[in-house]
């Protein structure tokens, strides 16, 4: 049960309840995380802008490799919603039970090339508390193994995404 009282559908905003409706018609639920983001519209809308440009829109990185991130990163914080949550995205964003068992796993288990596993443990890195000491030269190792600025900056910032959304799960203690 979450720390804190979460919002039903009929206590939402109107803004909010028209994202929800639709989810409400299809699952016949909101998940925790969503409520969550329901108790304010800023932070609401934010997040879900954050969600839909860096996770579903089309972008420089495969939804493999975004998918990848967001299980490795939920699995780093110990967020078990967000790992069960992208499970299923993953799933159906067309990642193969094979390579979500991988990616659960860790890196060193993911069937692929030494490329992705390079820019994968990057983002692992680039979550610690640390990231602060990430030198220059880590950065140039991806760019010289043929990532564009675009994708590290992307790669990382969904690497912060998952930092943030654990975070809120994890305080808040959803999906306990």
């Given at each position: ?18 994202r929800?409706?639709?989810?409400l018609?299809?699952?016949?639920k ?44 939920s ?6 919603m ?34 992705e ?60």
């Open positions: 049960m979450a720390h804190i009282k979460l919002p039903e559908f009929e206590n939402m905003s109107p803004a909010i309840q028209d929800a409706r639709p989810i018609e299809k699952t016949g909101l998940g925790e995380i969503f409520k969550l983001m329901a108790l304010d519209d800023k932070i609401y809308f934010a997040t879900d802008g954050m969600i839909q440009k860096y996770l579903l829109d089309e972008t420089t990185l495969s939804y493999d490799i975004k998918e990848s991130i967001a299980l490795l990163i699995v780093e914080n110990g967020c078990k967000c790992v069960d949550v992208h499970k299923g995205i993953a799933k159906m964003l067309g990642l193969s039970d094979e390579r979500i068992e991988e990616v659960l796993k860790g890196v060193d288990a993911i069937n692929t090339d030494d490329k596993k390079a820019l994968l443990n990057f983002c692992i890195r680039a979550s610690q508390k640390d990231n602060y000491k990430v030198l220059k030269s880590e950065i140039d190792a991806l760019k010289d193994m043929g990532y564009s600025d675009v994708q590290i900056v992307e790669a990382v910032a969904i690497t912060g995404y998952f930092n943030y959304i654990n975070t809120l799960s994890n305080v808040f203690a959803l999906g306990q």
